[in-house]
């Protein structure tokens, strides 16, 4: 085997003969040329006593300044006892056997979202929906920043800034895992900000867009049972998940209990329900959930068997924000047909009548409502459920039964005011349920 040193001009210049030959320029820094043309950059060095032979790549893709890096970052390997060829094969196998973005999704929601997530069937359904469309086959190792930014970007130009942030969360999340149980070494999500403003979460119906809600609830295009849902989270200031996956047995007369397993802090919560709210609710007799769905859920992305067709279930935890979303813009039809303005955008009308809101909105109009009518921040916040803070958590355990009751039984009537233009807010209710004007 000759010995010389490589320049571009002789590689260019090594013409190909009847049977492949090498040309090295020393220390194992090789190129063979084949009768077809293709010349190959090679490095050839023994260790533990075995003859190897490694592909560095085919030249003119790879340049002789490309090749000889290479060369010399393997030959540097070797010295300290390491074999390239035995590591990039380990690599390449390593990679063969990484998880696709898919694969790691089903990890993420049995072994994290499904054990410590309520909610772990919304995580599923918002990285069903675009992670899994867009990455699914893709190793998740490959992923990267930009491929982060530009599906989140996608959904922001669809029109959904809420989905794209939600989306960001729960990825984000799903990263973080995987890295946590060394599937990745970084975060994709790494340095990626939030794509959209976050809501500042401040919206609070006023008197007529109550009025005008409740009225139009009973006209645009939602069934009875999400009709009745919305309105008695305005009634009972709950939050939506938690009122649309009511159970008949989670009521004893009028106390509604959300045990634990459903309640967002995992703490079993009391809520009064007052004449609206038993009127809301229905009659429960046979039944099992209070807002009743009959469709069968769709598969998981998780595998997992979706119920049979007629087994009875709750409502989607997220039925009142889709309904409510829809109806705020609700498509035109003409002849049976959407209509689009001279742009091409499909033409809506809001079937509502209010200001874009969600669901979750009414929950803090309630809140906002029962401050205007005095009661203490401490009774709201028992009403609303929420987690008591510093030592007063430790030493105060009363569960501020009758003044939720008071609460309660007090919006209803200033609720029932607006919806009905009777002027009855002057008077408050007593723990026994009983009028008394001022």
Aim: positive net charge; aromatic residues 6%.
């Amino acid at each position: 085997m000759k010995k010389t040193t490589f320049t571009d001009t002789m590689i260019r210049k090594l013409k190909p003969e009847e049977i492949d030959y090498t040309r090295s320029e020393g220390n194992g820094f090789t190129i063979r040329i084949l009768p077809s043309g293709v010349k190959t950059w090679l490095y050839l060095y023994t260790i533990d006593g075995k003859r190897r032979k490694m592909h560095l790549g085919h030249y003119p893709d790879i340049t002789l300044e490309a090749a000889r890096e290479r060369f010399e970052i393997a030959k540097k390997k070797v010295k300290n006892d390491i074999d390239p060829l035995e590591e990039k094969e380990q690599e390449a196998d390593a990679r063969r056997k990484a998880p696709t973005v898919a694969e790691l999704i089903k990890e993420y929601i049995n072994k994290h979202a499904k054990p410590s997530k309520k909610s772990w069937q919304e995580d599923e359904r918002i990285l069903g929906k675009d992670a899994l469309a867009v990455w699914g086959k893709r190793k998740a190792a490959d992923i990267k920043k930009r491929d982060v930014v530009l599906l989140l970007e996608s959904i922001i130009d669809r029109g959904s800034p809420g989905s794209a942030n939600n989306n960001f969360k729960i990825i984000r999340k799903m990263f973080r895992f995987a890295v946590q149980r060394d599937i990745i070494a970084h975060s994709p999500c790494d340095g990626v900000v939030m794509p959209a403003p976050l809501n500042r979460g401040d919206r609070v119906l006023s008197e007529s867009e109550i009025k005008t809600l409740w009225q139009n609830l009973e006209t645009c295009h939602v069934s009875d049972e999400i009709r009745r849902a919305i309105r008695l989270i305005l009634v009972t200031a709950q939050r939506p998940g938690e009122v649309i996956g009511m159970r008949v047995n989670e009521i004893d007369g009028r106390w509604w209990t959300i045990p634990p397993e459903r309640s967002k802090n995992g703490k079993a919560h009391r809520i009064y329900l007052a004449d609206k709210s038993l009127e809301l609710i229905d009659d429960t007799k046979g039944k099992d959930f209070i807002f009743l769905c009959t469709k069968p859920r769709k598969k998981l992305v998780t595998g997992g068997t979706p119920p049979v067709e007629k087994e009875p279930h709750s409502m989607w935890r997220q039925a009142t924000t889709k309904a409510v979303k829809r109806n705020l813009a609700f498509p035109v039809m003409v002849k049976g047909k959407p209509a689009f303005d001279k742009e091409g955008k499909p033409i809506t009308e809001n079937k509502l009548g209010v200001a874009d809101f969600t669901p979750h909105d009414l929950r803090r109009t309630a809140a906002t409502f029962m401050s205007q009518l005095g009661f203490m921040d401490e009774i709201i916040d028992a009403v609303l459920n929420h987690t008591k803070q510093g030592i007063i958590r430790t030493y105060n355990l009363n569960r501020y039964d009758k003044e939720k009751q008071m609460a309660l039984e007090s919006w209803e009537r200033k609720l029932l005011s607006i919806v009905s233009d009777v002027a009855n807010a002057g008077k408050i209710i007593n723990f026994q349920g009983r009028s008394k004007t001022k």
